[in-house]
């Protein structure tokens, strides 16, 4: 960005572009910080070599700027979708592994690359009118310097949420392997035996509170049962028609609710009653609450207190 605008705004006199072949290496940096975010299986070195190749057959060729560009901003638009493909793993993996999934979840990264996606694409278009429509060098100039300027402003966020973020889920690829270890079962046999697992599985959780157990895993719910991981998820999906996250904040909801009935004095305190249920903060709760329920915990207590 620094070079970019340097040499656009002729502050530095150059007989050699640079920056035409840096475009390449944008795709390349976004799609490794977010696997390295999700921390995803690191990539080889040579993977690395192959990734940044780009940049260095790109150099001898910055002569042909429009063309280099071009070729950058269909790399950067590929590796996004490498991105979001990644993202979706991390996702699927911590809704079937974690009950908090909703305050490990990277929504921030995805709204932040998807805004990308649409600040490449325009540059793309206007690399295509500069060549094709008489435009204006004031316009021109502004466009570009718009989009550095958004550019500049998401890596600014990124560098922020990233040091901000109170937790991340760490363990994906150990979780993903555990997830994908056993077997299929036969589909005569798949309603019984997910209904069998599922029925024992929640009877222990329900008898004993476990979804009060704040940061609850699968893994915790598998040392408790003796049951493989896969098998549980499976069962927990097959029958409830919810992932394990869904699933275990449905039952402290339902637990939520029932205190909520049984209060009274009118002197509930609901953020004590959230944390007892097993969420770890007051806007999981919030969101979670208003996803089941169709309304706020504040708006549900009121119609409970009113009748």
Known sequence: ???????????????????????LIVGPLIYNFV??????????????????SPVILALPFTGFTQTIIAFGSISQIIYLGFSFKVLHRYHS??????????????????????????????????LNLQTNINLSIDFKMAWYFTNTLILFGISLFLLFKVINQPRLFTEMISYETLL????????????????GIFKSVDELIKQQA???????????????????????SWAINLVSGKNFSEYINSLRIEYLKRQIALNTNGN????????????????????????????????????????
């Open 1 to 23: 960005m620094s070079l970019n605008f340097l040499e656009e705004t002729r502050l530095i006199r150059v007989s050699f572009l640079i920056t035409p072949a840096l475009t």
């Open 35 to 52: 696997r390295s975010i999700v921390h995803d299986e690191e990539i080889t070195h040579l993977n690395k070599l192959l990734h940044l």
């Open 93 to 126: 993996v911590l809704q079937s592994a974690s009950a908090d999934a909703e305050s490990m979840e990277l929504t921030w990264l995805r709204k932040a690359l998807f805004i990308f996606a649409i600040i490449v694409v325009t540059d793309l278009i206007r």
């Open 180 to 195: 994908k270890k056993s077997g299929p079962y036969k589909p005569a046999d798949e309603l019984p035996t997910a209904q």
């Open 210 to 232: 476990l979804y009060k157990q704040q940061r609850l895993t699968i893994t915790d719910i598998s040392n408790k049962t003796g049951l493989n991981i896969k098998d549980l």
């Open 268 to 307: 509930l305190k609901l953020l004590d009653l959230a944390l007892e249920s097993g969420f770890g903060s007051k806007s999981t709760f919030n969101n979670v609450f208003k996803r089941e329920v169709g309304m706020t915990p504040s708006e549900f207590v009121k119609i409970q207190q009113n009748r």
